[in-house]
């Protein structure tokens, strides 16, 4: 037995098969949820912070989210559903919560080439397969809008997010410093 179970503290658990998660759900931004899915994607930014190695790229990461907030995440419902580009937002649901974040627009450098945006989980849902699943239907929805190709940018401070995409079949293609991601 372990040793904090013999001092007088309640140890209860279940077998796993009886934990019912709660089902996600992935749907498309509607306007009321703008609010929401720009504090996920500040949130989960923010959450990055302690992996940054120095004060430059902390500064680097408020230029990067000054940026964003002051463009397509200012409204990110007229900016990627209203838009006239072949763009989308999606949301993942737990029960009635935004839990997750994934946009996709045309790369600025080639419109044929869908570019993933704005990948976010609430870190209390982390590691459950959502972001597979935001990512599974950005991809499915870029190849029905014909894109030719599809793309991301992200840092190299983001480990689990580097493993998620090389496990999909992502390849660095090009190293860019923090400061120069585009938003």
Known sequence: T??????????????MAEVTPTPITIRSLELSDSDRARELFVAGMNSQRPNLPNETAKGDLDGYL???LADDMANP??????????????L????????????????????????VFRVSVDGRFRRQGIA???????ESWSIQNDYTGIMLQTTEYLA???????????????????????G
């Open 2 to 15: 372990n040793a904090l179970c013999e001092a007088n503290i309640l140890c209860i658990g279940k077998p």
């Open 66 to 68: 000054a940026h964003c």
């Open 77 to 90: 419902y007229e900016h990627y559903v209203t838009s006239e580009s072949k763009s989308g937002f999606w």
């Open 92 to 115: 993942a649901i737990s029960g009635d919560e935004i839990v997750g974040t994934v946009a996709v627009a045309p790369s600025a450098d080639r419109l044929d080439v869908a570019e």
């Open 132 to 138: 597979g699943l935001l990512m599974d239907t950005a």
């Open 160 to 182: 689990a997010a580097h493993r998620l995409y090389e496990s999909r079949g992502y390849e660095l293609r090009k190293r860019l410093q923090f400061g120069q991601i585009k």
